[in-house]
């Protein structure tokens, strides 16, 4: 039944909403109530990823989200309940492009000086280390052993269970059809089910998160964009230490994925848009370029195919907190293709912010929807 009055409703169910709920309902607060429109939790962008976590990001917020939000995921199990299937595989990244060797040199002394110690590769030590692949074209290579992967499916469905128990309410098949504002500041949300009263809303809409923040009368420039992966079948000649490997200048990659692999690519030119149906002509450049970069794929069949959702921001970082031209409205969106593996710290930190009127564990103040009026936004580099 739907509540008539909520403390703080959540809109969306992913990782992002989930964690936040969970995060607010662990500090105590109460008549926390999450609204998500779909049947079942972390269907939408979430449920639809590649589960890779990872440290090596180009600017310090993104890098120190990471060290806090992955040493909560190697907790998680522990504090939920809930196994997530975390695995160290390392990513490796191939370098192709003397702009990108340049760049990335710069990122690994920031991610070294920020204690991630990421290796880096020659030519010949990425071909020993990983001979199923070409490597003829590459230049250099980078590899941290501390990242990964990880259940996204696993991760939400830990958050959601664990708000629960904390008394949360967290709704499915509830769409949430516009905000309440009174004043300059949140009031309440209209459902088709009817309308529930409260002071505070966050947007936790992933890729829709523009469409929720039109309903409040705030630009937040966030766009979806499609991205699209396939399984292959069973392929026993890759090694179970095979690392998520990433072509960066083609932003190809691949990753173990049960007995065969996970592939994926982001096409450049794919417009704004909410189409997740497969593009078969993509599909086509994309196993092109993924059986040159690994010719055992040749040898492989199509298990399965999706597509899904990035929520892309103008600068590749999130936007985290509180919103200044709305009392009582707060977002957590545009995480860029990152968002999974920032789920736990994201969700921790906005807590903070409602709970006490500011982030602590990280400083979040370069995150802020306003950073894009003032001319503060920093791009990440690292972007696949």
């Given amino acids: ?83 997530i299937d975390l695995r160290f595989c390392g990513y490796l990244f191939l370098l192709t492009r003397p702009e990108d060797v340049a760049t990335f040199r710069h990122n690994v002394a920031l991610q070294h000086r920020l204690g991630v110690m990421t290796e880096w590769l020659t030519p010949d030590e990425v071909a020993r280390r990983v001979p199923l692949l070409h490597t003829d074209d590459v230049l250099a290579g980078t590899f941290y052993a501390r990242d990964g992967l990880a259940d996204p499916a696993g991760v939400t469905q830990g958050y959601v269970n664990g708000a629960r128990r904390l008394g949360a309410q967290l709704l499915t098949d509830i769409e949430v059809t516009g905000i309440i504002v009174e004043n300059g500041r949140v009031r309440g949300v209209r459902t088709r089910q009817g309308d529930i009263a409260t002071p505070v809303v966050v947007n936790a809409a992933g890729p829709w998160a523009a469409l929720v923040g039109r309903m409040a009368g705030i630009d937040i420039p966030v766009q979806p964009v499609r991205r699209q992966m396939l399984v292959t079948t069973s392929l026993p000649e890759v090694p179970a230490d095979f690392p998520f490997v990433i072509d960066f200048a083609q932003s190809l ?15 450049p030119n794919e417009p704004p848009g909410f189409d997740e149906s ?17 010719p055992l794929l040749e040898r492989a069949g199509r298990a399965a ?4 959702l990035y929520e ?39 807590a903070e912010e409602i ?14 929807l306003d950073r894009f009026h003032a001319g503060s936004a920093i791009r990440e580099y690292n972007v696949i």
């Fill in 305 to 308: 195919a999706w597509a899904g």
């Fill in 1 to 83: 039944m739907l509540p008539q009055t909520a403390d703080v409703i959540i809109i969306g169910g992913g990782v992002m909403g989930a964690s936040t709920a969970y995060h607010l309902a662990r500090r105590g607060q109460r008549n926390v109530v999450l609204l998500e429109r779909e049947p079942f939790f972390a269907t939408g962008a979430t449920g639809k990823n590649a589960g890779g976590i990872r440290h090596q990001f180009a600017t310090e917020i993104n890098i120190r989200l990471s060290l806090k939000s992955i040493a909560m995921l190697e907790h998680f199990e522990e504090e939920l309940g809930q196994a």
């Fill in 278 to 294: 497969v593009d078969p002509d993509w599909e086509l450049v994309h196993l092109e370029a993924a059986v040159q970069r690994l």
């Fill in 253 to 267: 990659y691949f990753h173990r994925e049960g007995e065969g692999l996970l592939t994926g690519m982001s096409n």
């Fill in 355 to 368: 709970l006490d009127g500011a982030a602590h564990t990280l400083d979040i103040t370069p995150l802020r």
């Fill in 312 to 350: 892309v921001s103008p600068d590749a970082h999130p936007i985290l907190g509180r919103v200044a031209e709305l009392e009582g409205f707060y977002c957590i969106n545009g995480f860029s293709g990152h968002g999974f593996m920032h789920g736990p710290i994201a969700g921790l930190l906005l």
